[in-house]
């Protein structure tokens, strides 16, 4: 379906031909038993290049990524490093030819200090090191690629963007001239963001090459020169920057076309479900939440955005009464909630989506069953034969991919047990229940399941009910929300209708600049 | 398997022909009339204690008290069996008993359970803690004092045995008396409450994941409360259980078995399935019923064989469940890289 695009990608890159790539690969192929990870894969990475290798969970880009960096050998095909064959045996020997990886879970000795982390499992140390000059040496890599960090500083206190500074400065100073990095912007606030977006720039003018592992469409894809995407082991497309928009990208990712376009309320909001006046939580002498009022409507959905640890966390306990608030009124379908416990809230018209979903929405080691069962008035003995009749139902329904309802949840993917769970929140929660409060449904999750989700959220608006989603993904919330609320140390600053939002602005706020 | 080599070596190490050995070992504990029914009888405090362990090991609550547990359950159904069961009607004496005994029982694991329900102290060490004050209270009323559970009509240090309507007749001439029944459907019926009651569900969930446990409203103080009492009524049972049936008294002679140890091991090796614990206790009281007799056969091994034969039982048990995991760990990695 792509071969169009495909083809022109190929085509531009023979003309480039002429030009030696920093590292290719050629025809690589790698096998895991019972699954054929890399198919016969062609990658090409040019000298001062960002390149973005793209693909949803299970396409085989983190084998390709390792099999670039020498972690694993290929069964078949060749990597070429300037156009010669090498035969990595091992990421010290890919560092060797300057090719390093920086991980998505950081490999560093958290007692150690930044300058003790760089030089570790460095082979040419003198026998006695002497600190300063370390630390000296280190901080000079740091400055000359824009990356601020004190070689003094202990790691385990350091940011997650700290920390992959750390990481990145380790592979300069070892020599890399190829950084690949996988999910560099998974854990980081967006300031961090834009600072790792400087260094790399800051790389590439120095001639270095660049290759972001990514399954986000984003800011990753933004930067790179190139996107070359997979799928079930194959590469199903490679475009330069401005060639594709990000729903051709998604098109090529899941091989389907995906719709991610924004979807709001097609019914007038009618009585209000969920309000919130004058909420506060102090806790510990710190005021977690303050004063926030907001209402939620049926057939409407109220988006919260916001960096992750403003409050969001503390908001969604209050109100699904994990927590009780230590001022103001919650109420749901009108009657008083405060502090009368999870159980009494639900009977009130609550669900609630948490967002850690195997480990406190789902319990991971029980069966999809027995996860239906867990909301549920379940009296002396389970009943699970209903349980069934609707797990089953939501798996053909919802196409959740499962051997069967006895499964253990743990056993699915993301998008899976995401499903799982918001089935029960939103089908199995019975006619009473109006109120859905969603946190971050689409953390960690491919292009086609956020797809799923946002269509479920979509229809649960539709039937009625008032959403609350509170999201640390803003274009999340810009996608659903009929009406934008800006969290900020624990406040509501910036409240915006979701047709006009105008995205610099609720950024600012976000970064409490409003 | 591995088990019986390993006994096997140490059989020829001390000049045992390993063969003929676990021939007789295994004709005293399990195919002889006698053998068996000694073995039954054993087991049947036994399949108590590991119920009791299992139970608690469900909720990832480490009872390891069983021991104290079943000596308080002694004493508690022996002065019922003294004091109550004489003004009681026939049917009722020994269904109170044991009762009363599985009372007392929950009641020594009451302070541990309160301290880990609310304050989340260790229940493993204060459990173990309270093994040795019961051990001692034993012996005190046995040896230290003149008081009530002490037979009076001799100066021999004996406990003061219950009335006869309090004791249940034992299978014939055997060793085996009724409870041995009561013990197994006790273990089914437990299997099937825990698998198909809100109560087990409620377990499972919390055991699995007390973050979700807490998400749906559960409250987590009276789910281990209760478990952790319970556990302590089963193994109280094991000690009431002594007390109807072989020794009809306060008898010290259960602290030399250590039956609420082995417990917590038939628990571990019969991973926690409470039909799987009959079994094992069955399989465990037969090694030692065997072992003890060996020593009076006519080329005398020592009942310490036998002891080492647990050991290396529950070793390479545990050693295999550990192969079993990693292997399925590894399995996951590969999936994993292969994934993301």
Not at chain 1, 7 to 32: I, N, P, Y
Not at chain 1, 257 to 275: C, K, M, N, Y
Not at chain 1, 337 to 342: A, E, R, S
Not at chain 2, 123 to 144: D, K, P
Request: proline letters at 3%.
């Amino acid at each position: 379906m792509s071969s169009a695009s495909s083809e022109a990608a190929m085509g531009s890159h023979r003309l480039g031909g002429a030009t030696l790539f920093a590292l290719s690969a050629r025809q690589v192929t790698k096998r895991f038993p019972g699954v054929l990870a890399n198919d016969r894969v062609d990658f090409d990475l040019l000298p001062g290049e960002v390149h973005t290798l793209l693909g949803e969970n299970g396409a085989g880009k983190s084998t390709l990524a390792s099999v670039l960096c020498g972690l694993y050998k290929p069964d078949e095909g060749a990597v070429l490093r300037n156009g010669t064959q090498v035969r990595l045996t091992s990421p010290r020997h890919g560092l060797q030819n300057g090719i390093a990886m920086v991980h998505q879970h950081f490999r560093l000795v958290d007692r150690f200090t930044v300058a003790e982390n760089v030089v570790l499992g460095h082979r040419n140390l003198p026998f006695r090191l002497r600190a300063n000059d370390l630390e000296d040496q280190v901080a000079q890599v740091a400055e000359r690629f824009g990356l601020p960090l004190d070689p003094r500083a202990t790691v385990g206190e350091l940011s997650a963007g700290q920390r992959q500074r750390v990481e990145i400065v380790k592979a300069l100073y070892q020599g890399a001239e190829i950084l690949l990095l996988d999910e560099p912007t998974a854990l980081l606030a967006p300031p961090e963001v834009e600072k790792l977006f400087e260094t790399v720039r800051a790389m590439t003018q120095a001639g270095k090459s660049v290759v972001f592992v990514s399954h986000k469409l984003g800011e990753v894809v933004d930067i790179s020169d190139r996107v070359t995407v997979m799928r079930d082991g194959r590469v199903t497309g490679s475009v330069a920057r401005g060639e594709a928009d990000t729903r051709k990208l998604a098109e090529l990712m899941v091989g389907r076309d995906i719709d991610l376009s924004p979807r709001r309320s097609r019914v007038a909001a009618q009585e209000t479900l969920l309000q919130l006046d004058k909420v506060g939580l102090t806790k510990d002498g710190i005021e977690r939440i303050a004063n926030i009022s907001l209402s939620v409507r049926a057939g409407e959905i109220v988006g919260i955005a916001g960096v992750s640890g403003n409050g969001q966390r503390e908001l969604a306990e209050i109100v699904a009464g994990l927590q009780a608030p230590t001022s103001g009124e919650i109420l749901i379908n009108g009657a008083r909630v405060n502090g009368i416990g999870t159980r009494k809230v639900r009977e009130a018209g609550l669900a609630y989506v948490p967002e850690d979903r195997l480990g406190t929405g789902l319990a991971p080691s029980l069966s999809i069953v027995d996860n239906l069962v867990l909301t549920r008035d379940r009296g002396f003995l389970v009943d699970r034969k209903s349980a069934l009749v609707e797990a089953e139902a939501f798996i053909k329904q919802l196409e959740i991919k499962t051997p069967h309802a006895h499964t253990a949840t743990r056993k699915l993917s993301g998008g899976n047990s995401q499903k799982v769970l918001l089935a029960r929140e939103i089908f199995g929660a019975g006619d009473n229940s109006r109120v859905l409060v969603v946190c971050s449904p689409t953390r960690g999750l491919d292009v086609g399941a956020v797809e799923a989700v946002h269509k479920l959220l979509d229809e649960a608006r539709s039937s009625g009910k008032a959403v609350l989603l509170i999201s640390e993904d803003l274009d999340e919330v810009l996608t659903l929300a009929d009406k934008v609320l800006v969290l900020y140390r624990g406040s509501v600053v910036h409240e915006v209708a979701g047709h006009e939002v105008d995205v610099e602005a609720v950024g600012l706020a976000m970064a409490g600049l409003s | 398997m591995f088990a019986f080599i390993v006994g096997g070596i140490f059989l020829a190490l001390t000049g045992h022909s390993p063969i003929g050995t676990y021939g007789s070992l295994i004709s005293h504990g399990y195919t002889s009339s006698k053998g068996i029914t000694n073995t039954l009888g054993l087991a049947t405090p036994l399949i108590c204690t590991g119920l009791a362990a299992a139970f608690a090991f469900r909720m990832n609550l480490f009872n390891i008290g069983e021991e104290g547990q079943m000596y308080l359950g002694m004493i508690g159904s022996a002065w019922a069996g003294i004091a109550l069961a004489g003004h009681l009607p026939h049917v009722l004496a020994v269904p109170t008993v044991l009762i009363i005994g599985a009372a007392t029982g929950a009641l020594w694991v009451l302070l541990p359970a309160i301290l880990r329900a609310k304050l989340g102290t260790s229940e493993i060490v204060s459990t173990l803690l309270l093994n040795y004050v019961a051990l001692n209270l034993v012996n005190y009323f046995i040896y230290g004092s003149r008081g009530f559970f002490r037979d009076p009509t001799t100066s021999f240090p004996q406990g003061r045995g219950v009335e006869e309507t309090a004791r249940f007749h034992r299978f014939g001439t055997s060793n085996t008396y009724p409870t041995v029944i009561i013990a197994v459907l006790l273990a089914v019926a437990l299997y099937w409450f825990m698998k198909r009651s809100n109560f087990g569900y409620e377990t499972s969930v919390f055991a699995d994941s007390p973050n979700t446990a807490r998400y749906a409203g559960m409250n987590a103080t009276k789910l281990t409360l209760s478990v952790l009492l319970f556990s302590g009524a089963l193994a109280g049972l094991a000690g009431a259980m002594y007390v109807v049936g072989p020794a009809g008294k306060v008898d010290p002679g259960l602290l030399q078995i250590g039956l609420g140890y082995a417990g917590i091991v038939v628990a571990a090796l019969a991973r926690y399935n409470f039909v799987a614990v009959v079994l094992t206790a069955i399989l465990f009281a037969g090694l030692r019923v065997g072992g003890a007799s060996l020593q009076i056969s006519s080329n005398p091994v020592p009942i310490a064989i036998a002891v080492v034969l647990q050991g290396s039982v529950l070793l390479f048990a545990l050693g295999g469940e550990i192969f079993r995991r990693n292997r399925l760990r590894i399995r996951r990695v590969q999936q994993v890289s292969v994934a993301s």
